[in-house]
């Protein structure tokens, strides 16, 4: 079932916390409608001509329909197979109590049929009504049960987008790089890692969930800088031997806030467990030979190993206070004089393959200074 297998993707935008109260009175509701409808079958069964019956089996009626309608708004708004699902067993709730008095009529008269003699009052008959109240309550608290941790989740998933907002503003406040680099970045990965899958590899690290994670993840590759001083991030000209060490840093600084971050929102849908490996991974190189620990092949996260060459790309590309930007052509031959060193050989060949769409994003998000 869809709504098992991937709740992030039913759940994405959806406020689900309108729908408690309804829940809690639905499952009020059902676990009364169940206990009534015991006591209407034990209570028949030694006294069945009595006319308090048909009282016991209206009130069973309203209270099943009160549940129904309970659950009509969060049909209309969420649009999710789970909620239509439920509102059919709260609806077939509503059924029985009109159809099961009926049955009790058409025996009393004599014209019920022989093949529907198993609804006779006798103790078969009664283990099997109350078989079908049982089962049926069991399934609508089951579907109230994962509507709860499906709100749960919708809160952590909120929760989530706050945190890696606040933590993108973070970085760029602290960082010289401009919003168009966050954006390009993203796109670029995004576009690496479909190529990447349409060759034929890592398909089943890439698929459709890993790439959208990839995308989200992207924008806190240098989240460490925040731990970087200024006068060594924003220093207008080339970094000397002891800056360049402290700048190095921020690989592991970034992997030390987001590892923090991964611990408040445990078991998430996995962006944070992304950009942990961006973060500490997009400055190794294919030869071992980058930092902050000298990874080699693969070894190195592949998501690091997309952002490297994304984040190379736009580097070379993009104007700075300090440089001119490259052609896209001289980022291309660089670039491919590096496959095998510093970028994954795959990767490289994914690149040149897109690289027309590369020179297309740089166009359309290009910095304005």
Known sequence: MNFIKAPQQLLKGKDMHFLIFP???????SSVVFVLSFCYEIFIYYNPQSHQKWALSALIFTLSVWAFLEIRPAVKNLHLAIV???QYLLLLQCIIPIIRPLIGILIDINIIEEWMS???????????LLLVYSSLFILIMDFIIRLFSFNEKSKALILESQMLSSLNALAMARDNETGNHIIRTQIYVKILGLR????????????????ELLFKAAPLHDVGKVGIPDNILHKPGPLNDEEWLIMKTHTTIGEAVLSSSELEFEGDNGVVKMALKIAGGHHEKWDGTGYPRGLKGEDIPLPARIMAIADVYDALVSDRVYKAGWSHEEAIKEIVSKRGSHFD????????????????IANKYRDSW
């Open 23 to 29: 829940l809690r009175i639905i499952s009020g509701l």
């Open 196 to 211: 990447l899958r349409e060759m034929g590899h890592y398909s089943k690290e890439l698929d459709n969930l890993k790439i």
């Open 118 to 128: 198993f609804f006779r009052f006798d103790i078969g008959g009664l283990w099997f």
């Open 345 to 360: 050989p795959l990767l490289v060949d994914a690149f040149i393959l897109e690289n027309d769409h590369f020179k297309t």
């Open 84 to 86: 239509k699902n439920l």
